[in-house]
């Protein structure tokens, strides 16, 4: 007999639902990324329904890496040789993949700097997930991915999680920027005026790299410190930091 335990998942569509043995039913593959997560840390879990109303959701509706957020009862087999499975009683569409017939237009050198552009805007905005000072909890999801999307770019999908008040921040700062852009002079390339690079100099300048290092890991989860501290020493150097041994940086 399997043990049942409540569990939610969020996890992008593997390949498209099969009908199940019975009428009204439906089976089906999530793939559960976590942030940050290699690709062998990535695990499959298999889906089952016995609602028909969900089940012609995911039969009609439901394409391949379609974000969807499912919540049931998670089967475990009471053996070692038996299988898990997700008992699924909601089915929620986070987001919507393009339709996969629809070719993505560039070369695939275009892709590999499209697939660190995300990255780099996820790592971004990973930052913004809580609020220490208030400890506001996050209540916005932010899902980042390519154009074009198909069964080989789940790995460059992000799913962010932000608090209200960082996503205020958030939104301010790209108003800003646009701003800053929509007052440039038109020309071939963007150029900073130099009283503004002088200024950025001297801000920079005035930088005390071991404080903004101390603040930076003030507010990072324990298990995450040490990747923070060596994408630190990579952007500004080996900065000595309390609390970590040089041999762990």
Known sequence: MMERIPFALTGYLDTEAVPGDAVGTASWRLISSPADCEAQEEAVIPCTTSRPDLAHLLLTECQPSDLLRVTGHLALPDTADGRIRLDVDTVDV???????????????????????????????????????????????????????????DVAHCHSLDVTTANTHKLADAVDAMLATLNSLPPQTGISLDPLTIAELTDYFDELDLTELTRDVLDVTRPEDRLAVTRALDDVFGDIPVTGIDDSDQ
């Open 94 to 152: 986070m987001w919507e993949a393009p339709a996969q017939e629809q070719p993505f237009e560039g070369s695939v050198d275009d892709h590999r700097d499209r697939d660190r552009a995300i990255q780099a805007l996820a790592e971004a905005l990973a930052g913004l997930a809580y609020e220490p000072a208030t400890g506001e909890q996050p209540d916005i999801r932010i899902n980042i991915g390519p154009v074009g999307i198909n069964e080989l």
